[in-house]
């Protein structure tokens, strides 16, 4: 199994250009997430699923938004690209039991200028 | 307003030594508590959780410890390997979430120091 694989590794975009940040997973998870880190601060939810079809707003949802079509992927999309959205940007999923705990992809290095 | 706070953003400890890591949370909601840890140009990995109910859970080198009423938890590692050398970060969930959604710490740096 691959695990969470993110695409692409690094990106660096102009002001008000949009971008599709790639993720998949290969575990059947039901549960997906996105979270990005700044530096310095933990990470922070933006949008997660609680399956295909199914998304929800998190912590910081605003310039941002998701699909879930299949139960592999789940994209997530920047429409107008702001130096505040520069950042690391992380996916993960989770087994819908009991378990807690998250599968992180490797993540995508986004720069804003 | 962090919910969880990891108030020591690095700590260096010598190889063979126990290292411990700290955090403190405002929430009393939260009822299941994880430990993540990161190496550069990765995703974090789980490390060890412990539920509410519990104040120790134990896995090899690895043991959290959760005191609920000082709302504080601490990841004891020992003895303590170069290869431990990353960011760690402390989480917790919501009692009753449907989403399995985590709120993280902002991390503290090991150094294990040859």
């Known amino acids: 199994n691959a695990g969470v694989t993110q695409t692409p590794k690094f990106r660096i975009l102009k002001i008000g250009q949009s971008m599709t940040l790639q993720c998949t997973q290969d575990?059947?998870?039901?549960?997906m997430y996105w979270y990005r880190q700044d530096p310095g601060m933990g990470l922070k939810l933006i949008y997660y699923?609680?399956?295909?079809?199914?998304?929800d707003k998190g912590e910081v949802p605003n310039g941002y938004n998701v699909s879930r079509s299949t139960t592999e992927d789940f994209p997530l999309r920047l429409e107008l690209a702001a130096p505040s959205q520069t950042s690391v940007y992380f996916c993960a999923s989770s087994y819908s039991t009991e378990s807690y705990e998250q599968y992180f992809g490797p993540g995508t290095r986004l720069t804003v200028t | 307003d962090q919910q969880v706070k990891q108030n020591s953003p690095s700590l260096s400890v010598q190889e063979g030594r126990i290292s411990i890591l700290n955090c403190d949370y405002t929430?009393?909601?939260?009822?299941?508590f994880l430990w993540y840890k990161k190496y550069p140009a990765e995703g974090p990995t789980f490390l060890i959780s412990i539920s509410s109910i519990k104040d120790k859970n134990e896995d090899g080198r690895f043991t959290v410890f959760l005191n609920k009423s000082a709302k504080h938890l601490s990841l004891h590692i020992v003895p303590s390997q170069p290869g431990d050398s990353a960011v760690y970060f402390c989480a917790a969930r919501v009692s009753g979430g449907s989403a399995r959604q985590l709120t993280f710490g902002s991390g503290t740096q090991l150094t294990v120091l040859p």
């Open positions: 699923s609680v399956g295909a079809g199914i998304t």
């Open positions: 929430n009393s909601m939260f009822d299941y």
């Open positions: 575990m059947n998870h039901n549960y």
